[in-house]
T-cell receptor, first 111, second 112 residues
């Protein structure tokens, strides 16, 4: 285990549902990240939080809403998603610009 | 912003051969260059990294070289084994920015 956990591991939701992904890091890092990984596509950085403040938002649709209540927890709130949002969502943490530690990911399917 | 190009997208080798994956970056301020390995169905994990004050780093069968002038860095795997089969990602970041830029990944296939 790398010290980064994610729940749930799998999620199936309809386009009208609201759900949340959770990430927790036990490494004492000061930065947390959300990535989207689709089949045959590169890792797409969605959001970055440093010391609980959002420092990056890569033009992500508003149907994705991040929340970072403290340095150990990160959430991704989902609502009115589209089928093309189906992907693996990876959380990661790091200490500044050092190695990224990834969680196991949440496999999301939008019907 | 930073732009990282990675080549090739797919690399197929025979067991025992060497494999080389190359990345170029655009931001001369980038100073941290990690390489991640992602096996099928698993999370990406760091295998080796290098900082801009070093030209080469080696760890057993894996090595990374950095050419700051040309703005490119490469991953070298010698004596490849079937368990080296995975997707490899390079990345570049600027100290203090917290924002890494990843390459598109290279799918390495090692045939027994």
């Amino acid at each position: 285990e790398t010290g980064v956990t994610q729940t749930p591991r799998h999620l199936v939701m309809g386009m009208t549902n609201k759900k949340s992904l959770k990430c927790e890091q036990h490494l004492g890092h000061n930065a947390m990240y959300w990535y989207k990984q689709s089949a045959k596509k590169p890792l797409e950085l969605m959001f970055v939080y440093s010391l609980e403040e959002r420092v990056e938002n890569n033009s992500v649709p508003s149907r994705f809403s991040p929340e970072c209540p403290n340095s150990s927890h990160l959430f991704l709130h989902l609502h009115t998603l589209q089928p093309e949002d189906s992907a693996l969502y990876l959380c990661a943490s790091s200490q500044q610009d050092n190695e990224q530690f990834f969680g196991p990911g949440t496999r999301l399917t939008v019907l | 912003g930073e732009n990282v190009e990675q080549h090739p997208s797919t690399l197929s080798v025979q067991e025992g051969d060497s494999a080389v994956i190359k990345c170029t970056y655009s931001d001369s301020a980038s100073n941290y260059f990690p390489w991640y390995k992602q096996e099928l169905g698993k999370r990406p994990q760091l295998i080796i990294d290098i900082r801009s004050n070093v030209g080469e780093k080696k760890d057993q069968r894996i090595a990374v070289t950095l050419n700051k002038t040309a703005k490119h860095f490469s991953l070298h795997i010698t004596e490849t084994q079937p368990e080296d089969s995975a997707v490899y990602f390079c990345a570049a970041s600027n100290g203090g920015s917290y924002i890494p830029t990843f390459g598109r990944g290279t799918s390495l296939i090692v045939h027994p």
